[in-house]
Each structure stands twice: as structure tokens, then as C-alpha cells.
């Protein structure tokens, strides 16, 4: 074998690994696009479901300043009735 021929095996295989590289890079970023995508959808319906949230709440203020009669335990029970608790008081979470 020549030393073009060995220097031209040694570039063939190179190019094998790098072929492979490549390949295994593109499927990393169909799965980050995925992942990404995932995200995304996660994070629209996380704003949603705060600007319902949100709705509630300001119903419940508008409510309370204008008609009065209306405390917490009114907005507590206006979230739980959209599926929403309150965390224990007493419970000390960290986030």
C-alpha cells in the first residue's frame, strides 16, 4: 500500500467518524426541538392557567370593592371551585 493509499484509508475513516458525528448531533437536535416544543406547550398552558388565576382574582377585588361583603375565604373558595387550592400555611415549600 502507498502512502497516498494509507493517507487515503486514514481520510476515509475520518470522514466515517465524522459522518457519524454529524448524525448523532442532528438526532440531538430533533430531541432538543422536541423537547423544546414540549416547553413551549407546557409554558402556554402554564400562562393560561395564570391569567385564569389572575381572573379570578381581580373578579373577586372588583366584587369586594364594589358591592363589598366579600373576604378571603370568598377568593379561596372562588379558586377552589376552578380547581385550584392553596398550599398548607403551615407547610414550608421551596421552589
Known amino acids: 500500500m502507498s502512502d497516498?493509499?494509507?493517507r487515503i484509508f486514514a481520510l476515509h475513516e475520518e470522514?466515517?467518524?465524522a459522518v457519524k458525528a454529524r448524525r448523532r448531533f442532528e438526532e440531538y437536535l430533533e430531541?432538543?426541538?422536541r423537547?423544546?416544543?414540549q416547553l413551549r406547550a407546557?409554558?402556554?398552558k402554564l400562562r393560561e392557567e395564570n391569567g385564569r388565576i389572575l381572573q379570578i382574582v381581580a373578579d373577586w377585588a372588583h366584587s369586594s370593592s364594589e358591592?363589598?361583603?366579600l373576604d378571603s375565604g370568598d377568593l379561596i373558595e372562588d379558586l377552589r371551585r376552578a380547581g385550584h387550592t392553596?398550599?398548607?400555611p403551615t407547610t414550608t415549600k421551596e421552589f
Do not use: Q, V
Request: no cysteine.
Open 15 to 17: 470522514l466515517a467518524i
Open 42 to 44: 407546557t409554558n402556554r
Open 86 to 88: 392553596l398550599p398548607d
Open 35 to 37: 423537547t423544546n416544543d
Open 4 to 6: 497516498t493509499d494509507r
Open 67 to 69: 358591592y363589598g361583603g
Open 31 to 33: 430531541d432538543a426541538g
